[in-house]
């Protein structure tokens, strides 16, 4: 496949992707609305923005994963160790975040009445779930390093798609 039909295939998942992420936001967030309350659902946007903010931590572990990865050089024991290294970075950043967000709930449960008697006794539950989400979406930004490198952006919007599913 020549290098224009591959740029107009990527660019297209891309920008499906996102389109699918606009609609079902549309859709969506009025339904979330009125079933939580507004209440809820500002609470819900807060712990729902909480795994964007905190992917900032990569400290560019993916950019320089994909970028080692799409080297033409690069022979298949470097990749394979660039693989290795970058798994057990974004694991270990991953793990402090997945503590950094038990804490940051800890504080909003226990120190501000007004979120505990939103979220009531589910709170804890609730809490584990956005950590383990947020352990496992730095760990998917790993596992995405591979197919951005290799320049297969059908598997990279797959992630947009099915997050858009998630909401």
Known sequence: MGIKRTFIKNTSFNIGSYVYLVISALISV????????????????????IAPILSVFD??????????????????NEKTKTWQTSFFF?????????????????????HLTSIGSIIGRQGPPIMLVVAATVFLNHLNAHFMTHPQAEHRYDIYSLNAFISGSAN
């Open 30 to 49: 009025p339904i979330l609305v009125n079933s939580l309350g507004i209440s809820a659902f500002g609470f819900y946007t807060l712990v729902i923005s």
């Open 90 to 110: 974004f694991g270990l950043v991953g793990l402090v975040l997945f503590l950094i967000v038990i804490g940051i709930f800890q504080f909003y449960l226990f």
């Open 59 to 76: 400290f560019g572990f993916s950019q320089a994963a994909i970028r080692n990865l799409a080297l033409p050089g690069t022979s298949e």
